[in-house]
């Protein structure tokens, strides 16, 4: 019964769900796009029904480029696997696209109606789903459990904001996660909320977080240096990179660089918003402030007057890092939840952040106890840490270096899912 009143009340909503896919489509006209897929409606993939199919959903980039070395150390491990790849978004589309090319199927996720998902687990015929970091779905994990597909929630997370979210729907939420084969925590506390809201503990796995496991190849290191020696006008001037805000964070960031510009008139600010709409509007907000920007995507070069350079790319955030002196990282300033500190950990970038970071608690305290966060709320003392780093190379330094033991000391959570995984698909 309660899913049939979850089923009837997201049919109601539906029209509003569509609604606010033309919304965002004013900024990404992508959102107006392939709405058929959404709807379980797709060409049938060209799959061998000899061999397994597996099926992975990641809602956003995200999850998607928290999935990419999941995906490519399983396609190693288990070549005769077959593999079908859905997003929700665009952003998460051209990942899989650019990550994968045509060694997967890629579609929208259908919406979570048990008549969409049926058709779509009728064109992809899935032997095993896997479900990334907290993207659950009640019709979808019943549609697969019903067809007795194994399915296992992988890198999940569960902050304790949104354990009391779901706990508001508790006979819902239970019978939900009663209907997943694993769940494969991040931390122990993400385990512990999970059990609480009615997992089954012998359905419970905590391996860490795969983000941990980070894969800083001679590709990325390459493009990292080209971007520091451009940026730094070959280490003379410092790079301050500002990743993933979203609205609100950026009028806090630009006055602390304000702030930081009467006494170092030659820093340079990489300003990265989270989401692609909002490229052009922080451009726009960044001139107007008087600064002179550049935009990534021109493909030029900063020189001395450069005040800004506005990171309106996708899928180089990682090599960012690389080429920065010191890192933010948004989402944090506003109630978001925090993004992923481990990507400027890996580099032993410093990195602060703001207070608001229920999504990301256990990296967070990993960093604080060891000294390799800064946590700042407002303008003043963000200018104030970035003022500090900068008259301190040796303790800029330090700091970095000490957030890359934290990062290289947590791997290892790769190899146990990937073990969980082929486990399950052997024993389903």
Not at 120 to 133: G, K, N
Not at 195 to 218: C, E, H, M, W, Y
Not at 367 to 380: E, H, K, Q, S, T
Not at 406 to 420: I, P
Request: charged fraction near 20%; hydrophobic fraction near 45%.
């Amino acid at each position: 019964m309660p899913r049939l009143l979850y089923s009837l009340a997201y049919l109601l909503l539906l029209p509003a769900i569509l609604l606010r896919l033309l919304w965002r489509s004013r900024l990404a006209p992508a959102y107006r796009q392939r709405w058929a897929e959404r709807f379980g409606l797709f060409p049938t993939p060209a799959v061998d029904r000899q061999r397994p199919v597996a099926w992975l959903h990641a809602v956003s980039v995200g999850e998607t480029l928290a999935a990419v070395p999941l995906v490519k150390r399983l396609q190693r491990e288990h070549p005769d696997w077959q593999w079908v790849i859905t997003t929700t978004t665009p952003t998460g589309s051209d990942r899989v696209r650019a990550s994968f090319g045509d060694s997967v199927f890629h579609v929208y996720a259908p919406y979570d109606l048990p008549w969409l998902l049926g058709a779509f687990l009728r064109r992809t015929q899935p032997t095993l789903a896997i479900i990334m970091e907290t993207e659950l779905w009640p019709n979808m994990l019943a549609a697969c459990r019903a067809r007795k597909i194994p399915t296992i929630v992988a890198n999940a997370r569960l902050s304790a904001r949104s354990a009391r979210g779901y706990a508001r729907l508790a006979p819902l939420t239970r019978a939900m996660l009663a209907d997943a084969s694993l769940v494969a925590a991040q931390q122990q506390a993400d385990g512990e909320r999970f059990v609480q809201l009615g997992l089954p503990p012998d359905r419970l796995a905590v391996t860490g977080s795969i983000k941990f496991d980070l894969d800083l190849d001679n590709t990325v290191h390459n493009k990292a240096a080209v971007l520091r020696a451009q940026w730094s006008a070959n280490g003379t001037r410092a790079v301050w990179l500002v990743a993933s805000t979203h609205p609100g964070e950026d009028d806090i960031i630009l006055q602390a660089f304000a702030a930081l510009k009467k006494q170092y008139a030659d820093l340079l600010l990489v300003l990265v918003p989270r989401h692609p709409e909002r490229f052009n509007t922080i451009a726009q907000q960044c001139t107007q402030a008087g600064w002179r920007v550049l935009r990534h995507s021109s493909g030029a070069v900063p020189d001395a007057s450069t005040d800004i350079i506005v990171g309106d790319t996708m899928g180089e955030l990682l090599a960012f890092y690389g080429a920065a002196d010191m890192a933010f990282v948004g989402g944090s300033l506003v109630p978001v939840g925090g993004h992923n500190l481990i990507e400027p950990a890996a580099w032993g970038c410093p990195v602060m952040s703001g207070p608001h970071l229920f999504n990301f608690a256990e990296v967070e305290s990993l960093l604080r106890d060891n000294n390799a966060l800064v946590i700042a709320g407002d303008a003043a003392s963000i200018a104030d840490t970035v003022q500090r780093w900068l008259a301190d190379p040796a303790e800029r330094k330090a700091f970095g270096e000490r957030a890359r033991a934290v990062a290289d000391s947590n791997r290892g959570a790769l190899e146990k899912l990937c073990g969980l995984i082929a486990g399950i698909a052997r024993n389903p």
